[in-house]
């Protein structure tokens, strides 16, 4: 229990980073001289960053753990948040920001990471939505409770602040994580090839996985079209076409961000009814895609039809960690950090990529009006996500020879790790240290 509550304090930091952009912008923008597309541009760079920074995460959680990972990373989390603060321009907040979004790389991966050496794969989703729905609380101290902070006591103070608060969280990590024992490469241990390319051979096993190929896409899209819509565009969004002050456009995003908070702990619940990640998963991005081509399309014309659309997309849209459970079933145990990781890239890439897409819709107005404008934008990350869902359904549910093979990874076929043995890692918190 106490892993759990510190890796979610850390995830929570990470999701706050990646939402707190769109409330400071009305003041951070004019003050550092930015365009609309200049803010798109900045959160692209923190999700690209955040994709980069996989890499790394998953490389250092197979080999040192998630103790030291995590809490490094953050440091460098806390030195963005820091530069960030004292930024006059757009280079050094781009800096600032790809330096924030690289911190918090390995922020939910420590925790999945745990769950998975620590748990057998059918708690697997349970563990990993009940984190990501607690850690989306981030989001909601990044609506309402921002937007009047930030209006009492400045933006520069709220991230200085922020360095503050994500130092301490590496320092508890430090001091209260133990990480399980390290497991061996099978392909080292054999003699197939160095430790370095052993390494490296991991990542490219989990792209070779056959049965996952119909299941990128999905990931790709499914987890952008939502935090592009929360952390970037929901602000503008409620103020342009709707005519929202400061704080009504902090209650409409407060509506959405606590629909992903609900939405991410009932797929938990929801997937161990249902017994089937892939069913779970599907019917939440059909559901999401839905409620974004709506919102292109009806969104303006009602302001409490356009926050109902906006809560529905952050209720269902929020299917990363089923869409993670599915493919954990894949992968083996000593691929179990480079697997998270890599499905991690796609889904932190894809948000990276269809934030910096976003900034052509703003670029490229064509002398269109604002309800226009995010018309088309809601319409096109509504029927992207519909288009992934579809190939989507293609994928199969669990690998090839049952969800207790053990598989070979290069061959996709690979099931739930196997019973541990007698040195097993004890479950999260227990090892932890007083």
């Known amino acids: 229990m106490t892993a759990f509550l510190v890796l979610l304090l850390a995830y929570t930091i990470s999701q706050f980073d990646r939402g707190f952009l769109a409330m400071v912008a009305p003041d951070l923008g004019p003050d550092l001289g930015l365009a609309p597309s200049d803010l798109a541009l900045l959160s692209a760079g923190w ?54 979004g690289l911190g918090c ?53 709220i991230l200085f602040g922020l360095a503050l608060v994500t130092l301490a969280a590496a320092g508890l990590i430090l001091w209260l994580i133990a990480d399980p024992p390290r497991l061996a490469d099978p392909a080292k241990g054999s003699g197939k090839g160095s430790d370095r390319t052993s390494v490296w051979r991991g990542f490219a096993d989990v792209a070779r996985m056959r049965a996952l190929w119909p299941v990128f896409p999905v990931v790709f899209v499914s987890y952008a ?51 089937d ?3 779970t998963a599907f019917a939440g991005c059909l559901v999401t895609g839905l409620a974004l081509s709506g919102l292109g399309v009806f969104g303006s014309g009602s302001t409490a039809l356009a926050v109902a659309l906006l809560a529905l997309t952050g209720a269902a849209g929020l299917s990363y960690g089923i869409l993670m459970a599915h493919a954990r079933r894949f992968f083996p145990a000593h691929l179990l950090g480079r697997g998270v990781a890599f499905m991690n890239i796609v889904f932190m890439g894809g948000a990276a990529a269809i934030q910096g897409l976003s900034a052509l819709f703003v670029l490229e107005t064509g002398g269109l009006g604002p309800d226009a404008l995010y018309g088309r934008l ?57």
């Not at 996989?54 to 197979?62: E, K, N, S």
């Not at 990972?69 to 953050?74: D, E, K």
């Not at 456009?249 to 609900?262: F, I, K, P, V």
């Open 277 to 279: 990640p892939k069913r």
């Open 105 to 157: 790389a390995p922020a939910l991966m420590g925790g999945l990471y745990l769950f998975g050496r620590s748990y057998p794969p059918e708690r697997f989703a349970m563990l990993s939505s009940l984190m990501i729905g607690l850690g989306t609380s981030g989001d909601l101290l990044g609506s309402t409770p921002l937007a009047l902070a930030s209006h009492a006591f400045g933006w520069r103070t």
């Open 225 to 275: 079209v939502v935090i592009a819509t929360r952390s970037l565009w929901v602000g503008s969004y409620l103020g342009a076409v709707h005519g929202l002050d400061a704080l009504q456009r902090g209650n409409g995003t407060l509506a959405m961000s606590a629909a992903m908070a609900a939405g991410a702990i009932g797929y938990g619940p929801l997937e161990r009814l249902v017994r």
């Open 47 to 100: 999700f690209l960053a955040f994709a980069v920074g996989q890499v790394p995460t998953g490389l250092l959680l197979d080999r040192i753990g998630p103790r030291r990972t995590v809490a490094g990373f953050l440091v460098l989390a806390a030195l963005g948040a820091g530069l960030l603060g004292l930024a006059q321009g757009f280079a050094g907040a781009a800096c600032a920001m790809a330096l924030i």
């Open 378 to 434: 809601f319409l096109a990350y509504g029927l992207a996500l519909l288009a992934a869902t579809a190939v989507y359904a293609a994928a199969p549910r669990e690998p090839a020879f049952g969800s207790r093979a053990s598989g070979d990874p290069e061959r996709g076929t690979t099931g739930a790790t196997p019973p541990p043995p007698a040195s097993a890692p004890a479950a999260p918190g227990r090892g932890a240290r007083a």
